[in-house]
């Protein structure tokens, strides 16, 4: 069964320090790569998503992600973090071609930014 | 932009008592996802609907929890006898045409206290 492994349950940085957030998964096939990010008191939002092409991808506020595929990993990256990202990560996966598609989620980062 | 309506947002009930969930997917969207989010720990699916089937129900715990789409539109979610792990915010989510429509779009949750 696919899983997946988000390393970094809680982060702190201070405002302008560059991100990085872990996530691998566990699935030898074709997969589809999500991020997810949950603002405190807020709904599941889509940060950015993977499915094919050019493995750097880039999505809303500046957030991107490299797909390694040898590494198994999706890592999230952003250059320089503002308070207003605090919020939690969830990195989700959906293995391809094993019947009807569903994300698998990470355990979760939970980011604090501090001004 | 469309939403994903779920309601009561909180509920608080009595380990024994009998607990109902209530989702409206985005309209034309076939595919109805109910997750299970612990706190401190990433969403978990406990049923796939595609129209008014049920595709995946593997991790639903079956002995109290069911859910239903009757008309492949709105769905309910009900657990009866509620316990006390069963505290925990119930996501659902809808997408078009499964993962491959680009993720899923998450209602605000209903976040459910067992005292």
């Known amino acids: 069964a696919q899983s997946v492994s988000q390393h970094n349950h809680h982060v702190i940085l201070s405002e302008a320090a560059s991100l990085e957030l872990g996530c691998n998964y566990s699935y030898g096939g074709t997969v589809n790569l999500f991020w997810y990010v949950q603002y405190p008191g807020q709904h599941l939002q889509l940060l950015l998503k993977y499915f094919s092409g050019d493995p750097l991808v880039k999505g809303i506020k500046g957030f991107e992600a490299e797909f390694i595929k040898s590494k198994f990993s999706f890592n999230l990256r952003k250059p320089s973090v503002q308070w207003s990202d605090t919020a939690e990560y969830f990195c989700?996966?959906?293995?391809?071609?094993?019947?009807?598609?569903?994300?698998?989620f990470g355990t979760g980062t939970r980011l604090l930014v501090s001004p | 932009e469309a939403e994903v309506a779920q309601s009561p947002r909180y509920k608080i009930t009595e380990k024994s008592q009998a607990v109902a969930f209530w989702c409206d997917p985005i309209?034309?969207?076939?595919?109805l996802y109910w997750y299970r989010q612990i706190l401190g720990q990433g969403p978990e699916l406990l049923v796939q609907?595609?129209?008014?089937?049920?595709?995946?129900d593997s991790q639903l715990p079956k002995d109290r929890f069911s859910a239903e789409r009757l008309k492949g539109v709105d769905s309910t979610l009900k657990i009866q006898p509620a316990e006390l792990g069963d505290s925990a915010m119930y996501l659902c989510?809808?997408?078009?045409?499964?993962?491959?429509?680009?993720?899923?779009?998450f209602g605000s949750g209903t976040r459910l206290t067992v005292v």
């Open positions: 989700a996966v959906n293995a391809l071609n094993t019947g009807f598609q569903k994300l698998v």
């Open positions: 309209s034309g969207h076939a595919t």
């Open positions: 989510a809808s997408s078009l045409t499964g993962v491959h429509g680009g993720g899923y779009t």
């Open positions: 609907f595609q129209d008014e089937s049920v595709v995946d």
